[in-house]
């Protein structure tokens, strides 16, 4: 998997989310450089899991509509008399 690329305007509303938070959650102050370390540090573990749990639930998906795809095809058949 390649890493979390965020644009800069995402990166930048992500550092300042992540500011708010922490001053208004646990009464501490950020700076920009610490806030960016620390997103860093989240996308690079929690990356990985998000990613996995996405592909979890795209083949759960898929699974779903080949089950009814299947059934589709099942409807379709025609009697044989051999």
Sequence with gaps: MN???????????????????????MDQELGQF???????FMLQRLGTLCY????EDARVAILGRM?????VVYEMEQPCDL
């Excluded at 610490?34 to 860093?40: I, K, S, T, V, Y």
């Excluded at 089950?67 to 059934?71: F, H, N, Q, S, V």
């Design 52 to 55: 996995n749990k996405g592909l």
């Design 34 to 40: 610490e806030a960016g370390f620390l997103l860093d």
């Design 3 to 25: 890493p979390v690329e965020l644009t800069k305007e995402q990166r930048e509303a992500l550092v300042e989310a992540l500011q708010e938070y922490s001053e208004q959650e």
């Design 67 to 71: 089950e009814l795809a299947t059934e």
